[in-house]
């Protein structure tokens, strides 16, 4: 049971932090689309 749930935990951190890493490496790519706002 044990080694299930240390392979869960992995898997789990995997999908999170790779998530999170892409999502990271690939703003500065699409920041520069945006277009400011003209202030109101």
Same mark, same amino acid.
């Given at each position: 049971?044990?080694?299930? !749930? !240390? $392979?869960?935990? @992995? !898997? #789990? $951190?995997?999908?999170?932090? %790779? %998530? #999170?890493? @892409?999502?990271? $490496? !690939?703003?500065? /790519?699409? #920041?520069? @689309? #945006?277009?400011?706002? =003209? =202030? /109101?």
């Amino acid at each position: 049971m044990e080694h299930v !749930l !240390l $392979s869960v935990h @992995v !898997l #789990a $951190s995997i999908v999170f932090v %790779g %998530g #999170a890493t @892409v999502a990271t $490496s !690939l703003f500065p /790519r699409y #920041a520069p @689309v #945006a277009e400011p706002r =003209p =202030p /109101r």
